[in-house]
């Protein structure tokens, strides 16, 4: 029991600090990835808290967990209105250009570092995908503004490129270790993204029919379902051979375009999970490396790390976007944003399981890459966004919205009651289609106030008190009163 009470406060004690370091380093500009790390080399072996830690197969286990989540939020937050105009080239830039930026890496690697060419080839894939954790870490919380829909482009690759990462790094495991050759690593390559992506939205309609269907008597419990959802999600498209992580990204991306039960309330506790999964991911990562002896693979680290800032991701987005109308400043920019993070350093973990030899040395130069890649470009990107004249500043029309005294002059609450045969009876108030903003926040039914939720259910003569913005008032009386045919 005392094992227990101590592992139970440690971790509480890491995640509080880690919270607390970010808070500090948020000012100073330091993106939260490396404060979280930070904390868990500082609890470690060669730190004060002198905490061992070495299971490899476990951190990859917490890692896979925490990506899937991550990455299920990347889509779910995805607004799928600003995507539509950027799909194709992400989609480009998370496949081609992650498959240019590992061959050029491990060319550039073998030439310059002491490993087999596979080796090299492995090195390269792993580090080829940008992290999703990071790249939203740093975009969202600088609050940067980028222009020509450049923010969502970024979010959308970095969200969807991991699954042609994993892909590439355990086929070169695969090639390795001489169970794969290359036309089986082909046909495995098309496998995997075809039974991801339509799993993956197979399961998305799964999920929110049973959400809009199934009435729950306590709201929490539909957190409980998409919880379950996400690694039901990931472990079934797994297990038929697909790719998991691909599965979970467009599973949450088909439900952002959906309608369902408390979608508002879902998406902010998964914001909360993806944001505990990435402490304690990046806490375990900061745990596992062995710092000083790590240390020694700096050097190899650096010139790895240059190359795929200055010449690899850079090469992979002029290639992939010769189709599409981007100015050089602007592939310039989505060149620069090619954080690496938490992924590659489990995937840095897979050769480590598989016994690949030079495995340890591999990971030191992906850990120092992931730290060097997030110190010169995270912390810089609002700096070269405005010097490359990419940034777009928020805009908010405030004689719109507020008066002189400061309050809001356009909403206002109205109440409305259901007629006997208005379209909206039996529906439920997620269902109703009121226009953005809207809110219906109390229910006058059979002669109670209730307080509604998104599966509450409207009935004939029901009397809704809806805030709304005055200039939607005649758009959602003519939405409850128009007549079922």
């Known amino acids: 029991m005392l094992i227990t009470n101590e592992i139970l406060l440690i971790a509480s004690v890491l995640l509080i600090s880690a919270i607390i370091f970010n808070k500090v380093g948020g000012r100073f500009g330091v993106p939260s990835l490396i404060l979280f790390i930070l904390v868990g080399i500082l609890a470690g072996s060669d730190g004060i808290g002198g905490i061992y830690f070495e299971d490899y197969h476990l951190s990859q286990f917490i890692g896979i967990v925490a990506i899937s989540y991550i990455l299920f939020m990347g889509g779910l937050s995805v607004d799928t209105d600003e995507l539509k105009p950027v799909f194709k080239e992400g989609a480009i830039l998370a496949t081609l250009g992650v498959f240019i930026t590992a061959i050029v890496t491990g060319i550039c690697a073998y030439l310059l570092l002491k490993l087999s060419f596979l080796e090299c080839m492995l090195l390269g894939a792993i580090v080829s995908s940008t992290d999703a954790a990071a790249v939203f870490s740093v975009l969202r919380s600088k609050s940067i503004s980028l222009g020509n829909h450049l923010k969502p482009l970024l979010e959308f690759e970095s969200g969807s490129n991991d699954p042609m990462a994993v892909f590439l790094t355990l086929g070169c495991i695969g090639l390795i270790t001489a169970q794969l050759n290359l036309p089986s690593l082909v046909f495995d390559f098309f496998k995997q993204m075809i039974l991801g992506i339509v799993f993956g939205y197979l399961i998305a309609r799964a999920i929110v029919y ?45 439900m952002a375009g959906m309608k369902f039960v408390n979608k508002k309330t879902l998406t902010k506790f998964h914001d909360a999970v993806a944001w505990i999964m990435q402490i304690v991911m990046f806490l375990i990562l900061g745990l596992l490396v062995n ?5 020694a693979f700096t050097g190899q680290a650096l010139l790895v790390a240059l190359i795929l800032t200055f010449i690899a991701r850079p090469v992979a987005v002029f290639l992939t ?31 480590l399981t598989a016994e690949i030899p030079h495995a340890m040395e591999i990971f030191n130069i992906v850990f120092f890459v992931v730290i060097i890649s997030v110190l010169l470009q995270g912390t810089t990107i609002p700096y070269l966004a405005k010097k490359l004249k990419v ?18 002059t356009n ?59 005055y200039r939607n008032e005649s758009m959602i009386r003519e939405i409850i009163c128009t007549p079922r045919f």
């Open 291 to 295: 710092f000083k002896s790590g240390f």
């Open 391 to 408: 940034d777009a500043p928020l805009e908010v029309d405030h004689t719109d919205i507020f008066d002189y005294n400061g309050s809001n």
């Open 321 to 351: 976007t010769i189709p599409f109308k981007r100015t050089t400043n602007e592939k310039l920019m989505i060149s620069w944003v090619g954080l690496r993070g938490a992924a590659p350093i489990v995937l840095a973990t897979f050769p």
């Open 210 to 254: 049973g959400i809009n269907r199934i009435k729950l008597e306590y709201d929490s419990l539909y957190v409980v379902i998409t919880l379950a959802g996400v690694l039901f999600t990931y472990s079934s498209i797994s297990l038929v051979g697909g790719n998991g992580f691909i599965g979970v990204y467009v599973c949450g991306l088909a």
């Open 411 to 469: 909403n206002k609450m109205i109440e409305f009651t259901v007629p006997e045969n208005s379209q909206i009876v039996g529906k439920q108030i997620f269902e109703l289609n009121f226009p953005k903003g809207s809110l219906v926040n109390l229910i006058y039914k059979n002669g109670d106030y209730v307080i509604p939720t998104g599966s509450t259910t409207v009935e004939a003569r029901d009397v809704l008190f809806v805030l709304l913005d």
